[in-house]
Nanobody, 125 residues
């Protein structure tokens, strides 16, 4: 069974930093794009940043240079370093991966999106 497990959320004051981690586990053939999304109370889930398997990165405008996404392909992990946090960054942060499962044949399944369970980030004084 494939799963994504996030960690690193918590309570932080405005201007503080957090580092989110997400690791994929299970029978995995390959991972393409990995990303972080967030969902604030009463709002739709939105993209924060993504990184491809060749480490091309894309950030949403609201990041404004404060966050850095990175990945370790050997560990099947993606990270989000968040600096200069603002109260409006408060949300549940979800890891996403475009992932192919390892089949009994030794080949991979079609790539599909997998989600983690989410980690809560609260920015407040």
């Amino acid at each position: 069974q494939v799963q994504l497990v996030e960690s690193g959320g918590g309570l932080v004051q405005p201007g503080g930093s957090l580092r989110l981690s997400c690791a994929a586990s299970g029978s995995i053939f390959g991972i393409k794009t990995m990303g972080w999304y967030r969902q604030a109370p009463g709002k739709q889930r939105e993209l924060v940043a993504l990184i491809t398997d060749s480490k091309y990165t894309k950030y949403e405008d609201f990041v404004e240079g404060r966050f850095t996404i990175s990945r370790d392909n050997a560990k099947k992990a993606v990270y989000l370093q968040m600096n200069s946090l603002k109260p409006e960054d408060t949300a549940v942060y979800y890891c996403n991966a475009d992932l192919s499962k390892l089949l009994p044949t030794g080949w991979g399944s079609q790539f599909e999106a997998y989600w983690g369970q989410g980690t809560r980030v609260t920015v407040t004084s």
